[in-house]
């Protein structure tokens, strides 16, 4: 099978142009992928990989779990939901926390924290996400690996890639940087409590 997508060396001198994101956001709005889970990924469309029972469990527990903690008049708690992360990508998060705007219908910018749980997209979480995010500026970023059993904790970017990487085991404690008080056990992440 032929992979669909063309050589850019085979164009040249011609270039591939990138679908910006707000480009994207009219032709969502418009319902051109209506029935497509997509999201934009450095002028990109790419597909989701179906979610798995552990990759959905994880996503709302995480989603509930930070939903009670936090006040609901200052944090927007998300999951799945559109992060405007960069003017060539939007992502879809698993889930997102970040300050409540006051008013309208908006798909945050800027976040306190960014989750995405790896079940077969732990590549592309590594390598392209955490660039985007980086390059964003969100001040922490975890990939949890359904596999390992435990979470990769993004922290203090810089120039688009984060300096400060730490794996945090299913035996130990997750403290977001930027929401004091918040104090998770890996394995109530995983199903423990």
Known sequence: MLDPMLDPKLLAPEKVRPLMR??????????????ERIELLRGQLVTMSPQGA???TITARLAQLFSRKLDIDEF?????????????SEPEPD?????????G???????????????SSLRIDRKIKSE??????APEYWIVDVRAKLVHVHTEPVDGEYTKLRQVPRTGVLRPTKLPGIRLPVAMVFGAR
């Open 95 to 103: 889930v997102s926390v970040s300050r409540r705007r006051r008013r």
């Open 22 to 35: 707000r480009e994207y956001e009219r032709l969502v709005d418009l319902g051109v992928f209506e029935d």
């Open 54 to 56: 552990p990759h959905s």
């Open 76 to 88: 927007d708690v998300r999951a799945h939901s559109p992060f405007a992360a960069t003017d060539d």
């Open 105 to 119: 219908a908006y798909h945050p910018s800027k976040a306190l924290l960014l989750v995405e749980v790896a079940e």
């Open 132 to 137: 985007i995010y980086a390059e964003n500026g």
